[in-house]
């Protein structure tokens, strides 16, 4: 049975950092593409940023140069480090994987295996 499960978030002021992170069972991660989304309240779900199977990385222009997306292949873990957070960064956050696929999209019907989310907060 495939898991996801984040952690990490939390309350930063503008400008401050966090560093979502993304537990996975069930499968060997880093086999297969993986992928931050994002959603705010009354807004819909979007990417954040994805990470291959070849590691090639992806982001939203909005957060480019500020998050890093990484993982930890013996600890089958995903990482997110938020840098420089912004109020417009508040969401709920979430990671995702889809089922047997090394490339990524930025579309969320790509993606079959879900988390519960972590929320984000950042106040200015």
């Known amino acids: 049975q495939v898991q996801l499960v984040e952690s990490g978030g939390g309350s930063v002021q503008a400008g401050g950092s966090l560093r979502l992170s993304c537990s996975v069972s069930?499968?060997?991660?880093?086999?297969?593409?993986q992928a931050w989304f994002r959603q705010a309240p009354g807004k819909e779900r979007e990417w954040v940023a994805t990470?291959?199977?070849?590691?090639?990385?992806g982001y939203r222009d909005a957060v480019k140069g500020r998050f890093t997306i990484s993982r930890d292949n013996a600890k089958n873990t995903l990482y997110l480090q938020m840098n420089s957070l912004q109020p417009e960064d508040t969401a709920m956050y979430y990671c995702?994987?889809?089922?047997?696929?090394?490339?990524?999209?930025?579309?969320?019907?790509?993606?079959?295996?879900w988390g519960q989310g972590t929320q984000v907060t950042v106040s200015s």
């Open positions: 995702a994987a889809p089922r047997g696929a090394g490339y990524c999209s930025v579309s969320s019907t790509h993606y079959n295996y």
């Open positions: 069930g499968y060997t991660a880093s086999n297969y593409c």
């Open positions: 990470i291959d199977r070849t590691d090639n990385t």
